[in-house]
């Protein structure tokens, strides 16, 4: 036999055993491939290169077909409220998964690559189980699906950072511009072949009638321009995205779709398999009670994430609920970075188990979250703790104001646009701030070698600067917040006080554990983040909860004649800020 040929054979002889059985125990499939090659890796050693560029092939078709789901026709139709919604659950998960790996004890690049693999939701894994559970009738799947068509863009961005990063083997802000622009660059370049070239020469091939040239020019175009984005110092993943949406482009998208997912199910299917050949089964028991713990984090957290940023955008609370109770499985593509960071360095092969493993967590998860999603919406609409209610009612109030004033541009208030550049420019604060801590920790041996005892002065001096510089962004903030709603009212004043209560729980959290994390240079860190997190979070808690126990409004008695009666009572409150 040739060499790779047993391997193939064994592979998916195991993966066609495996796969009827767990169909058969009615188990998501890509667990069951998995599985598959956990148990075919010690057959397979000698053809890892044949099963690499063949999972590879699968990656790069999915990246096709999810190019010919984002038309610009269909990504305008998706809607500014989803568009917006997706980019905001992302920027929640990201700083979880980022303290995560921070309190593991793992350096800012390595945290940065999980913080990305912990925020992604796999789409096939998605839409496999709302298949299956006959979900994909329901009215919420549009917003779902407009949520996965967002992430799927921001993970092909992400891809294009990550790639450029592990390149550099640092985060140094000068490198920083080189990559934001050589980004740019290429995603000006990619976007003008996909909007204007190539589907003209798509459409021109389409005309000769032959589904087989058809496919074959729209497989070369595919994997030349992954060979391109690759050669660039970018992941292949872009490219064969760029030549979906070129298609999309074309017209010709379900032609082509129809003939391209078959083969894409078979590539695909042993990139999954290929997954567990990369799996150390020695680490497995060990990293099992962490994978549950963080599998079950990335769901409650996913589904937090989700729920804030579409009712935030407008969505029912109904809505936005299924959505992220159906967001909740990791998957494929946070396989790609986590071999990605296999491949620069940054992981080692026990974290990049611990990543597949809390993968599986969430897909065991899954359909039976999305079985009792109704049961589920039911028991929090009536178990919600008055407190969390009377925060979300605020900030969808927030979040109702910022939209109707985006709504009329040309008319907004300039109370409006104060607190929208106040926004941004204190996020540009607050990512300064991370990323210094990041550069201060790594020169942090280097610093110590030079001054040695000054050190300790040093860093008084640091946490001094950023406790000072966290305090004048919450300043600023908090002011241009009572500017926006101009304290006018009852209601005004109840909503920019508890929005300040929530303000401070995030600075004083991120000030706790950005200020603690320059500790490591000098102490054994894991024990001190840990620590610190649960710190922050009796911070977040305690602030909150004084958020609601000492707001008491006054307010005239013509309704139950008692005059400037002091009142701190949740239902009340709700009431009056629906009202």
């Known amino acids: 036999m040739g060499v790779g040929y047993s391997g193939i054979a064994i592979l998916f002889g195991v993966a066609a055993v495996v796969s009827v059985l767990f169909s058969r125990m009615k188990q998501p499939l890509i667990l069951g491939y998995i599985i598959a090659g956990v148990l075919s890796a010690p057959f397979l050693q000698s053809d890892s290169s044949i099963i690499a560029l063949i999972s590879d092939l699968g990656i790069t078709l999915l990246a096709f077909t999810m190019g010919m789901e984002l038309s610009m026709k269909g990504l305008k139709e998706l809607g500014h409220r989803i568009i917006l919604g997706g980019i905001a659950e992302v920027a929640i998960m990201l700083p979880s998964g980022y303290l995560v790996a921070v309190i593991l004890g793992w350096s800012p690049l390595t945290a940065v690559f999980f913080a990305s693999a912990f925020a992604l939701t796999s789409t096939t894994i998605v839409m496999k189980t709302m298949r299956d559970s006959k979900e994909s009738i329901k009215s919420y799947m549009d917003t779902l699906i407009g949520l996965l068509v967002v992430e799927d863009l921001l993970t092909v961005v992400m891809l294009a950072v990550l790639s450029a990063m592990g390149a550099k083997h640092a985060i140094v802000p000068l490198q920083i511009i080189v990559l934001v622009g050589e980004i740019v660059m290429f995603a000006a370049v990619s976007l003008l072949l996909a909007i204007s070239v190539l589907p003209k020469v798509i459409n021109r091939v389409c005309e000769t009638g032959n589904d087989e040239i058809i496919m074959i020019v729209a497989l070369g175009l595919c994997f030349a321009l992954a060979l391109f984005a690759q050669e660039l110092g970018f992941s292949f993943v872009i490219g064969a995205f760029v030549v979906g949406v070129a298609v999309a482009e074309s017209g010709h998208k379900e032609r082509i779709q129809q003939k391209m997912t078959p083969i894409r199910d078979v590539f695909l299917a042993v990139f999954f398999v290929s997954i567990g050949t990369l799996i150390q089964t020695s680490f497995v028991i060990e990293l ?150 990041a550069l201060f920790v790594q020169n942090s041996s280097y610093l110590i070698s030079k001054i040695g005892d000054e050190y300790a002065l040093l860093y008084l001096g640091y946490t001094l600067a950023i406790t000072l510089l966290l305090y004048a962004s919450y300043n600023t903030i908090s002011a241009e917040m009572a500017r926006f709603f101009g304290l006018k009212d009852l209601q005004s004043m109840f909503t920019t006080k508890l929005l300040g209560r929530i303000l401070q729980a995030i600075y004083a959290a991120l000030g706790i554990l950005t200020i603690v994390s320059t500790l490591e240079p000098m102490m054994y860190s894991e024990p001190i983040l840990g620590a610190a997190s649960i710190a922050a979070v009796a911070a977040i808690v305690i602030i909150l909860w004084r958020g609601l126990s000492d707001v008491t409004l006054s307010f005239p008695s013509a309704q139950n004649s008692k005059n400037d009666a002091q009142l701190s009572d949740a239902d009340y409150i709700a009431e009056l800020i629906k009202g």
């Open 288 to 437: 099992l009670p962490l994978a549950i713990g963080l599998g079950a984090l990335f769901v409650v957290w996913k589904f937090i994430s989700v729920t804030v940023g579409f009712t935030t955008m407008g969505f029912t609370s109904r809505t936005a609920v299924y959505v992220g109770i159906a967001a909740g499985a990791m998957g494929e593509f946070s396989f790609v970075i986590g071999r990605l960071g296999l491949q620069f360095g940054y992981f080692s092969n026990q974290i990049y188990t611990l990543i597949v493993l809390i993968s599986a967590v969430t897909i065991v998860i899954l359909p039976q979250a999305v079985k009792r999603n109704a049961a589920m919406y039911g028991t929090m609409q009536r178990r919600m703790p008055k407190g969390l209610r009377v925060y979300s009612l605020v900030v969808e109030r927030f979040a109702e104001q910022l939209r109707k004033q985006f709504n009329r541009p040309m008319k907004m208030r300039n109370s409006s646009k104060s607190m929208i550049l106040a926004l941004l420019l204190n996020s540009l604060v607050i990512v300064s701030i991370i990323i210094l801590t």
